[in-house]
């Protein structure tokens, strides 16, 4: 197998877009496990500052880490190999919190490498929301406060002016819904923002980009499937009854207007008989009227002859 086609089979499972902006990074990670650690850095550092890529990571990692962790290298890059594999753990499953809390343990990130991994966080408390049965739901459309999100993304500005006591509630309502409006335009999930409730609403037909999933979570993630599996099934009953009544309710509707229909026509053929029999009889009655009056007045003309 070429390795053309065996970055295209590792990407199957993402979708058509982001597969496409991921490829040519698998490519470059295949030519790249006998070049040195300057040409490996080069390949990550564009990987994270990739805007459309949001799930991956862990694949560029699984061919890059032979290379850095072989002893040729780490004699040469020393900590630069494990900052480049802890960077992409980072954007495969960590958090801007992870960031902020341990920044010497990654690369050095840029302004669009923090505004990507502050839109990843977003999507992880967006998944976290989903996937944990959110209980503010109204009309069937789950709702995620702003607090969960200022709490996830620790915007500077944000808390700067909390250090300072002089953090109002709209500023920080404003901070999150711009990295809200930044994650919609993007694509990375849908839905919408409402001010008067300070939430994200998700609709339950709403649409999530993934990210990668740690070994460790492999089992949560199959129980949750297995439970989403289950959700579907009793759907899937409940639309089946629900078809059911429908249509023997469509059926009694049709035995309805059917007798419905025969008793008009009952009624119809009723009264074209009488309006028959009523003319049948005013003739008959008119024509014997008739006789009789001429027969009495023969009879006394004859009466007075005499």
């Not at 958090?95 to 920044?103: A, V």
């Not at 953090?167 to 409402?194: I, N, P, Q, Y």
């Not at 024509?287 to 009466?303: E, F, I, M, P």
């Amino acid at each position: 197998m070429s390795k053309h086609n065996k970055a295209e089979e590792e990407i199957s499972v993402l979708g058509h877009d982001e597969s496409a902006f991921l490829l040519p990074f698998l490519q470059a990670a295949e030519e790249s496990t006998k070049s040195n650690i300057a040409t490996i850095r080069s390949i990550v550092m564009k990987l994270l500052s990739e805007p459309n890529i949001f799930a991956g990571y862990d694949q560029i990692k699984a061919i890059l880490q032979p290379t850095l962790l072989s002893a040729t290298t780490a004699t040469a890059a020393g900590s630069e190999g494990d900052k480049l594999l802890q960077s992409l753990d980072l954007f495969s499953y960590g958090t801007y919190t992870d960031y902020l809390n341990n920044p010497l343990l990654y690369l050095d990130l840029t302004g669009a490498q923090v505004q990507k991994l502050r839109q990843l966080s977003v999507l992880t408390v967006v998944q976290q929301g989903c996937t944990s049965g959110l209980p503010d739901r109204k009309d069937g459309i789950a709702m995620i406060p702003y607090k969960d999100f200022e709490v996830a993304l620790q915007l500077p500005t944000t808390a700067a002016a909390a250090a300072e006591g002089a953090a109002t509630e709209s500023t920080r309502a404003r901070e999150v819904e711009d990295m809200l409006v930044s994650c919609l335009c993007m694509g990375v999930f849908r839905g919408k923002l409402c001010q008067q409730s300070r939430s994200l609403h998700l609709s339950p037909r709403h649409t999530i980009r993934p990210r990668d999933v740690p070994v460790s979570q492999i089992a949560v993630m199959v129980e949750q499937i297995r439970k989403m599996q289950s959700l579907l099934q009793n759907a899937t009953l409940g639309l089946d009854a629900r078809k059911e009544q429908v249509n023997d309710e469509s059926k009694r509707m049709a035995a309805f207007w059917k007798q419905v229909d025969e008793r008009r026509k009952k009624n119809e053929n009723a009264a074209l008989l009488r309006w028959d029999t009523n003319e049948i009889s005013f003739g008959g009655g008119g024509l014997d009227g008739g006789g009789n009056t001429r027969r009495q007045k023969r009879g006394r003309a004859t009466a007075n002859n005499n």
